[in-house]
C-alpha cells in the first residue's frame, strides 16, 4: 500500500463503523485491523491481529499491519484490557515509525474507580509517553451504549434508578466526525473532552426509553455505594470545563433508532 495509509483498530466496532467511511471519503486508503479473515472492499482492506492474544504473536501481526502507515485511529476497546492491548500497539508503532497515533478514551479516565477506566487512563499513559506524536480524545459514553443499558433495565418489572448517577450521552457519528479531523490534522496531545449536550439522570434515560416504546414500568430508587457511587454523584464521569458538545440528544437518536 501507499504511504499515508491509516490503520484502524476496533474498525468493525459501533464507532469505527462511523470512522471508515468518512476516512474513506476523505480519499485515504484505510486498513482495520480484524481478528479473522476479510476480503478487501470499497477500498478498505484487513490485516489479522487480535490484540488480546499471545503477545508474541501480536507484535508480528501488528508489524505487517503497520506496514507503510502513517496515521493510526485506535478505537478497539473492551471491559478489560485495553492497558496491556495499547501498549503492544504503542510498541508497535513506534517500531513502524507511524507519525500519528490518535486513540479514544473516556471521560473520567482518571476519576471513576472502576476497572475499566483505571485501564483506559493506563492507556492514556502509555500513548502520551510513547515518543511519538498522539492525539487523545476523551468521550462520554455513547447513545448506544445508553440504549443498550436502558433496554435491559426496561424488561425488569421495577425498573432500577440509580440516584445521583448521570450520564451525557453523545452520538458515536458525532465522535466519529471529531476523530477523523483530528487524525488528519496535527498532533495535538489531549483534546478537550466530547460529550452529548444534555446531562441526564440514569432514571430519566430510561423514561424516555419506555415513553418512545410506548410502556411505562415503575422505578425503583436505589443508592450506589462505595467509591464508585460517591465519584458519580460527584459528577466525575461528566465533561470538563472546556468540553465540546454534540447537538444530537437522547431523544432524538431514540426516535430514529426506534423507527428503523
Known sequence: MTKNTVLVTGGTDTLGRQVVPLLRAAGLPVRVL???????????????GDLLGDPAAVAG?????????????????????????TRLLV????????RHLVYIS???????????????????RAVAGSGL?????????????AFTVAEKMAKLPLVPAPG????????AR??????????????????????????????ELTRAYLAARGRSRRQLPVRVPGK??????????????????GRRTWEEYLAERLAA
Open 34 to 48: 480484524s481478528r479473522r479473515e476479510r476480503p478487501a472492499a470499497d477500498g478498505v482492506t484487513y490485516a489479522r
Open 61 to 85: 501481526q501488528l508489524d505487517a499491519a503497520l506496514t507503510d502507515v502513517d496515521i493510526v485511529l485506535h478505537l478497539a476497546g473492551g471491559p478489560k484490557g485495553d492497558d496491556v492491548a
Open 91 to 98: 510498541d508497535a508503532a513506534r517500531r513502524a515509525g507511524v
Open 106 to 124: 473516556v471521560i473520567g479516565a482518571d476519576r471513576l474507580p472502576l476497572g475499566y477506566f483505571r485501564a483506559k487512563h493506563a492507556a492514556e
Open 133 to 145: 506524536p498522539y492525539t487523545v480524545l476523551r468521550a462520554a459514553q455513547f447513545h448506544d451504549l
Open 164 to 171: 445521583g448517577i448521570r450520564w451525557q450521552p453523545v452520538d
Open 174 to 203: 458525532e465522535v466519529a466526525a471529531r476523530l477523523v479531523v483530528l487524525a488528519l490534522g496535527e498532533p495535538a496531545g489531549t483534546v478537550p473532552d466530547l460529550a452529548g449536550p444534555a446531562v441526564y439522570e440514569m432514571g
Open 228 to 245: 464508585v457511587g460517591r465519584a458519580y454523584r460527584a459528577g466525575e464521569n461528566l465533561a470538563a470545563a472546556g468540553a465540546e458538545h
